[in-house]
């Protein structure tokens, strides 16, 4: 018997029975635990998200509708209400956020609002992609004919480029069940219609106030995804609002045009003054700075670059006036081009972003007037008569102080100087420096005496 094995519950067994139970437990509760998670309801349930796009399509604003999208799908809201005014943009963006709305997978109403807002150029792209499309009494959507923005289009790439849009225009119209042919008309004819004709013509789907009343309006309607159709209830759900970050804000911001043209012109200013004051460092931290800014906005804006390169040309002429004496010449060359580059850094014609004319005559005036007054200064230094060195010693009066005849010494202030006059001198007399010859002066009686 001694050399049979135990009874393993006898020897280890028994030690191994509380792991066994607790492993159990541990198994229990985090089963318990994610049927929780599971039954909780997600934050969005039952509610609504609005997200507001307002001003120029452009990477700013894609990226506000993408990340609203993410969120609405992630937490499980009813429904996406995207409220739109915009002038129009960048025609990537527009693509980029045409793609977010069609494949979201929550249900999307572009909403046109408040009054006096416009779904313009890119815009109606945009609205028409939504699966419900509404405008609020006294808005317009249309004209979206592309612009080359980077330079003149011949015809045969102004064609291709009007093509290319109406395709995309007719292709998101069917997909949502609109007016095709108004989309097209849209792109190569660049109608627009108020919000009653957009109704008529069954461009958007209805109009709106309101929150309250569009998501009553929208109650009932159908909506599309992946060849499944689902019917809307929307009816008094509230609503949670996106308030933009202060990361979007800033961006925003910079990206407006004006502020991009008045970071910009206040880079070069920056940079300018610490390349004519090596050390100040201030100047070209905050140019450097402003320049920068300035570069990211031009980036995700529809710049002409040669606008751009007349502006940096201007800049150029007058930096060059302050080293080459052009007499005005230089200056004038680039008030012009700085005028010229402004006007058309962006395309006045197009319905997106723009120069203000204000913002155009101050930047150009406060450029000339500083430019002006450092050669004007210049210039009046270079008249001026020598003070200094031995140039400045000329035409200045000394008092003999050892008779010259010719030559003595004479006393200019404090100092005692060698000189040589063309007539004697006797000492107490006032005579005029004429001229220096090394530590020798060359003087002239002005024929009489001082006062001892």
Same mark, same amino acid.
């Given at each position: 018997?001694n050399?049979?094995?135990?009874?393993?519950?006898?020897?280890?067994g028994?030690?191994?029975? &509380?792991?066994?139970?607790?492993?159990l437990?541990?198994?229990l509760a985090?089963?318990?635990?994610?049927?929780?998670g599971?039954?909780?309801?997600t934050?969005g349930?039952?509610?609504?998200?609005?997200?507001?796009?307002?001003?120029?399509?452009s990477?700013?604003?894609?990226q506000?509708l993408?990340?609203?999208?993410?969120?609405a799908?992630?937490?499980g809201?009813t429904? /996406?209400?995207?409220?739109?005014?915009?002038p129009?943009g960048?025609?990537?963006s527009?693509?980029?956020?045409?793609k977010?709305l069609?494949?979201?997978?929550?249900p999307?109403?572009?909403?046109?609002t408040p009054?006096?807002?416009?779904?313009?150029?890119?815009?109606?792209?945009?609205?028409?992609?939504?699966?419900?499309?509404?405008?609020?009494p006294?808005?317009? @959507?249309g004209a979206?004919?592309?612009?080359?923005?980077?330079?003149?289009?011949?015809?045969t790439?102004?064609?291709?480029?009007?093509?290319?849009?109406a395709?995309?225009?007719?292709?998101v119209a069917?997909? #949502?069940?609109?007016n095709?042919?108004?989309?097209?008309?849209?792109?190569?004819?660049?109608?627009?219609?108020?919000?009653?004709?957009?109704?008529?013509?069954?461009?958007v789907?209805f109009?709106?106030?309101?929150?309250?009343?569009? !998501?009553?309006?929208?109650d009932g309607?159908?909506?599309?995804?992946?060849?499944?159709?689902?019917?809307?209830? !929307?009816?008094?759900l509230p609503?949670?609002? @996106?308030? &933009?970050?202060?990361?979007?804000?800033l961006?925003?911001?910079?990206?407006? &045009?004006?502020?991009?043209?008045? /970071?910009?012109m206040?880079?070069?200013?920056?940079l300018?003054?610490?390349?004519?004051?090596?050390?100040?460092?201030?100047?070209?931290?905050?140019?450097?700075?402003?320049?920068?800014?300035a570069?990211?906005?031009?980036?995700?804006?529809?710049?002409?670059?040669?606008g751009?390169? !007349?502006?940096?040309?201007?800049?150029?002429?007058?930096?060059?006036?302050?080293?080459?004496?052009s007499?005005?010449l230089?200056?004038?060359?680039?008030?012009?081009a700085?005028?010229?580059?402004? @006007? @058309?850094?962006?395309?006045?014609?197009?319905p997106?972003p723009r120069?203000s004319?204000g913002?155009i005559?101050?930047?150009? !005036?406060?450029?000339?007037?500083?430019f002006?007054f450092?050669?004007g200064?210049?210039l009046?230094?270079?008249?001026?008569?020598v003070?200094?060195?031995?140039?400045?010693?000329?035409?200045?009066?000394a008092?003999?102080?050892e008779?010259?005849?010719?030559?003595?010494?004479?006393?200019?202030?404090?100092e005692?100087?060698?000189?040589?006059?063309?007539?004697p001198?006797?000492?107490?007399?006032?005579?005029?420096?004429t001229?220096?010859?090394g530590?020798?002066? #060359?003087? #002239?009686?002005?024929?009489?005496e001082?006062?001892?």
């Open positions: 018997m050399g049979l094995p135990g009874n393993p519950l006898r020897r280890g028994a030690a191994q029975i &509380p792991g066994m139970w607790a492993a437990v541990l198994m985090l089963l318990a635990t994610a049927r929780a599971a039954d909780r309801p934050p349930a039952g509610r609504v998200l609005v997200v507001r796009l307002e001003g120029p399509v990477p700013v604003t894609a506000a993408s990340r609203a999208v993410e969120r799908e992630s937490e809201y429904a /996406l209400v995207v409220e739109v005014d915009t129009g960048l025609e990537p527009m693509r980029a956020m045409v977010d069609l494949a979201a997978k929550v999307v109403l572009c909403w046109v009054g006096g807002a416009r779904a313009a150029s890119a815009g109606v792209f945009v609205v028409m992609a939504a699966d419900i499309a509404a405008m609020a006294g808005t317009n @959507i979206a004919t592309p612009v080359n923005l980077q330079g003149g289009m011949d015809s790439m102004a064609r291709k480029a009007t093509s290319d849009a395709a995309f225009a007719r292709t069917a997909q #949502r069940g609109r095709v042919a108004w989309a097209e008309r849209a792109v190569r004819e660049a109608v627009s219609a108020s919000e009653t004709e957009a109704v008529e013509e069954r461009i789907d109009t709106a106030g309101t929150l309250v009343e569009l !998501l009553a309006r929208a309607r159908t909506w599309k995804r992946g060849g499944q159709t689902r019917t809307l209830e !929307l009816e008094g609503a949670d609002r @996106i308030e &933009p970050g202060f990361r979007q804000r961006l925003a911001l910079i990206a407006e &045009p004006n502020v991009a043209y008045i /970071l910009m206040l880079g070069f200013y920056g300018l003054f610490e390349l004519q004051n090596p050390g100040a460092i201030l100047p070209g931290v905050v140019g450097g700075i402003c320049l920068i800014l570069f990211f906005a031009l980036s995700v804006l529809p710049v002409n670059y040669a751009l390169a !007349l502006i940096v040309l201007a800049i150029v002429f007058f930096v060059a006036e302050i080293k080459v004496a007499h005005g230089l200056t004038a060359g680039g008030i012009l700085l005028v010229l580059g402004s @006007i @058309i850094l962006f395309d006045q014609r197009a997106g120069l004319w913002v005559a101050a930047g150009t !005036l406060v450029t000339a007037g500083f002006l450092v050669v200064a210049g009046a230094a270079q008249r001026r008569r003070t200094t060195g031995p140039q400045g010693l000329v035409g200045l009066h008092v003999v102080v008779r010259l005849g010719p030559r003595g010494r004479v006393r200019i202030g404090d005692l100087w060698n000189a040589v006059c063309d007539a001198a006797e000492p107490g007399a006032e005579v005029e420096i001229g220096i010859n530590l020798e002066l #060359r003087v #002239r009686s002005r024929g009489k001082a006062l001892s």
